[in-house]
């Protein structure tokens, strides 16, 4: 029985601290916490300002700028044009070209986030080491490199260009002159009357070959597979439009919304594998601008145009038609000391190397660092079946996680940007959801995902990225289109203007916080011995 000299007190005491721990929930440092600050991360941010949610972005480098801070090599341009890659928000009238520089894209960066506020809430060297969602206190916990963090709600703003893929050759690393990636690049290396090696004649070679070719005293070109170029349709823009475009904004919106439908109709043949008018454009280009008939053999493919990105150029052709250029076909071997030796033996003297080998889109390993309610990270969940989301967005199990470019939000004929805004209302209204109805977490049903990628996999099969007769990164290590959108992007956004509750699980809060440590300072409740 109790001691009456003290128990009603003590029990009075108790019941007062089962109340506290009755109601008391972690609060997380953060409503949202966003990681990178590419356009991704800071679109959401700026949506995120307008709605006062409170939020930080963990950035793993000293700037922000994502892609377009770490691409610095020669040449490196954009292939959409300046009008449609810029926010719809904040409208660049000062682009230089019609299709826009690296250093414009950086810097156009740092002014939307210096101007809407957004700067002040990034923390520079904050890599994500590991993130987690911590069931009983209904939030993410994330290790950073700068220490700590704690969310209610988590989106991975990382993007799929953002993780340099290793060139893979054996020998590489015994290499004795300098090695750079193209995403990688220090502009400090002179290549000047150099031998030269640039492995791969994707979209980054294409634009360095003919920045390098002029400096070099040899340029080395490796080429696994040709790649469809067609005319760059790339020109200055005036000081007339630039003022006409500050003056008069309405009038570069109605540019920006022609190029936008212009670009809207390339889906068409794209999606359908109907793509003999590009295959007569590149066929012409290729024939007008390498007057070799065994060079223009070798740079002719033998999958449809569209299979893999098609790469708008007008000075590649002609630099590999300069004498110090040599189109190497022959399968690389291996790297010795001091070059390259191709299949057939023969080994090719080289100062450097220069790997345009691209980026692991569709085995990001930042992926691995995240972890859903099962303790398996995405990567591990995706191990199975490929990358795959609802809308390109959520994943089940992994509970108030967003995906901005997430699986089959990618696109082989416009801007990412037009992708990205589409999904930014959906995550807003997903946040706004958890805090209007008292929410703790929200988690796309099973079947929902499920159902949703089937379909998107069925719209994928007659185009021309997975019937194209091409290898190429839009499909992943089961031959799974995981990577692009397949239809217009007008459709992606009208499905994802809304956030739809009925697809979720929605998570009540927990009434209790459900860790030991807490209850062992309950007041004992004395009794007689």
């Given at each position: 029985?109790?001691?009456?000299?003290?128990?009603?007190?003590?029990?009075?005491?108790?019941?007062?601290?089962?109340?506290?721990?009755?109601?008391?929930?972690?609060a997380?440092?953060?409503?949202?916490?966003?990681?990178?600050?590419?356009?991704?991360?800071?679109?959401?941010?700026?949506?995120?300002e307008?709605?006062?949610?409170?939020?930080?972005?963990?950035?793993?480098?000293?700037?922000?700028?994502?892609?377009?801070?770490?691409?610095?090599?020669?040449?490196?341009?954009?292939?959409?044009?300046?009008?449609?890659?810029?926010?719809?928000?904040?409208?660049?009238?000062?682009?230089?070209?019609?299709?826009?520089?690296?250093?414009?894209?950086?810097?156009?960066?740092?002014?939307?986030?210096?101007?809407?506020?957004?700067?002040?809430?990034?923390?520079?060297?904050?890599?994500?080491l590991?993130?987690?969602?911590?069931?009983?206190?209904?939030?993410?916990?994330?290790?950073?490199?700068?220490?700590?963090?704690?969310a209610?709600?988590?989106?991975?703003?990382?993007?799929?260009?953002?993780?340099?893929?290793?060139?893979?050759?054996?020998?590489?690393?015994?290499?004795?002159?300098p090695?750079?990636?193209?995403?990688?690049?220090?502009?400090?290396?002179?290549?000047?009357?150099?031998?030269?090696?640039?492995?791969?004649?994707?979209?980054?070679?294409?634009?360095?070959?003919p920045?390098?070719?002029?400096?070099?005293?040899?340029?080395?070109?490796?080429?696994?597979?040709?790649?469809w170029?067609?005319?760059?349709?790339?020109?200055?823009?005036?000081?007339?439009?630039?003022?006409?475009?500050?003056?008069?904004?309405?009038?570069?919106?109605?540019?920006?919304?022609?190029?936008?439908?212009?670009?809207?109709?390339?889906?068409?043949?794209?999606?359908?594998?109907?793509?003999?008018?590009?295959?007569?454009?590149?066929?012409?280009?290729?024939?007008?601008?390498?007057?070799?008939?065994?060079?223009?053999?070798?740079?002719?493919?033998?999958?449809?145009?569209?299979?893999?990105?098609?790469?708008p150029?007008?000075?590649?052709?002609?630099?590999?038609?300069?004498?110090?250029?040599?189109?190497?076909?022959?399968?690389?071997?291996?790297?010795?000391?001091?070059?390259?030796?191709?299949?057939?033996?023969?080994?090719?003297?080289?100062?450097?190397?220069?790997?345009a080998?691209?980026?692991?889109?569709?085995?990001?390993?930042?992926?691995?660092?995240?972890?859903?309610?099962?303790?398996?990270?995405?990567?591990e969940?995706?191990?199975?079946?490929?990358?795959?989301?609802?809308?390109?967005?959520t994943v089940?199990?992994?509970?108030?996680?967003?995906?901005?470019?997430?699986?089959?939000?990618?696109?082989?004929?416009?801007?990412?940007?037009?992708?990205?805004?589409?999904?930014?209302?959906?995550?807003?209204?997903?946040?706004?959801?958890?805090?209007?109805?008292?929410?703790?977490?929200?988690?796309?049903?099973?079947?929902?995902?499920?159902?949703?990628n089937?379909?998107?996999?069925?719209?994928?099969?007659?185009?021309?990225?997975?019937?194209?007769?091409?290898?190429s990164?839009?499909?992943?290590?089961?031959?799974?289109?995981?990577?692009?959108?397949?239809?217009?992007?007008?459709?992606?956004?009208?499905?994802?203007?809304?956030?739809?509750?009925?697809?979720?699980?929605?998570?009540?809060p927990?009434?209790?916080?459900?860790?030991?440590?807490?209850?062992?300072?309950?007041?004992?409740?004395?009794?007689?011995?």
């Amino acid at each position: 029985m109790l001691n009456n000299s003290g128990s009603l007190e003590n029990v009075a005491v108790r019941q007062a601290v089962d109340a506290v721990f009755e109601t008391q929930r972690e609060a997380p440092d953060f409503t949202v916490a966003i990681i990178g600050s590419g356009f991704a991360g800071l679109g959401l941010a700026h949506a995120l300002e307008r709605e006062r949610i409170d939020y930080v972005i963990l950035e793993r480098a000293g700037e922000l700028g994502g892609t377009w801070r770490d691409n610095r090599y020669p040449g490196c341009q954009c292939d959409v044009p300046s009008h449609l890659y810029s926010f719809s928000f904040a409208l660049n009238p000062d682009w230089s070209r019609t299709y826009p520089l690296q250093e414009e894209i950086w810097a156009y960066l740092r002014r939307v986030a210096d101007r809407f506020g957004i700067t002040p809430k990034i923390r520079f060297k904050h890599e994500v080491l590991d993130a987690f969602w911590d069931d009983v206190a209904q939030l993410w916990r994330l290790q950073t490199a700068g220490g700590p963090v704690t969310a209610r709600v988590l989106v991975a703003g990382v993007g799929g260009l953002s993780e340099p893929k290793p060139a893979g050759i054996s020998g590489l690393e015994r290499f004795r002159g300098p090695v750079i990636h193209s995403a990688d690049w220090d502009p400090t290396l002179d290549l000047e009357g150099k031998r030269v090696a640039v492995i791969g004649t994707g979209a980054s070679a294409v634009q360095i070959v003919p920045r390098l070719q002029p400096k070099v005293e040899t340029l080395l070109v490796y080429q696994r597979t040709p790649a469809w170029v067609v005319p760059h349709r790339d020109r200055p823009i005036t000081d007339r439009e630039r003022t006409l475009y500050r003056h008069l904004p309405i009038a570069q919106r109605f540019v920006r919304t022609g190029v936008y439908w212009l670009r809207e109709l390339l889906v068409i043949g794209l999606a359908t594998n109907r793509v003999k008018a590009i295959r007569r454009v590149a066929t012409a280009h290729l024939q007008k601008q390498v007057p070799d008939g065994e060079l223009r053999a070798r740079l002719t493919p033998r999958f449809e145009p569209g299979c893999k990105r098609l790469l708008p150029s007008n000075h590649y052709y002609p630099a590999l038609t300069k004498p110090n250029v040599e189109l190497v076909t022959e399968p690389i071997y291996e790297v010795t000391e001091h070059g390259i030796r191709t299949r057939d033996g023969e080994e090719r003297l080289v100062d450097a190397i220069v790997t345009a080998t691209g980026f692991r889109v569709t085995d990001h390993p930042f992926y691995q660092r995240v972890r859903g309610t099962d303790g398996r990270s995405l990567a591990e969940r995706w191990e199975a079946t490929g990358m795959q989301a609802y809308r390109g967005t959520t994943v089940s199990g992994f509970p108030n996680l967003f995906v901005l470019t997430g699986p089959n939000t990618g696109l082989g004929h416009t801007s990412v940007i037009v992708m990205i805004e589409s999904q930014v209302p959906y995550v807003v209204g997903a946040v706004r959801r958890l805090r209007r109805r008292g929410l703790a977490a929200v988690d796309v049903k099973p079947d929902a995902e499920r159902h949703y990628n089937a379909d998107v996999q069925r719209r994928l099969e007659g185009s021309v990225w997975n019937s194209g007769g091409c290898q190429s990164w839009y499909l992943d290590s089961h031959g799974r289109n995981s990577t692009l959108w397949p239809d217009f992007t007008w459709k992606y956004r009208l499905m994802m203007r809304r956030f739809d509750a009925d697809a979720y699980d929605l998570i009540p809060p927990r009434k209790r916080v459900e860790d030991p440590a807490p209850r062992r300072r309950r007041v004992p409740v004395e009794v007689e011995s």
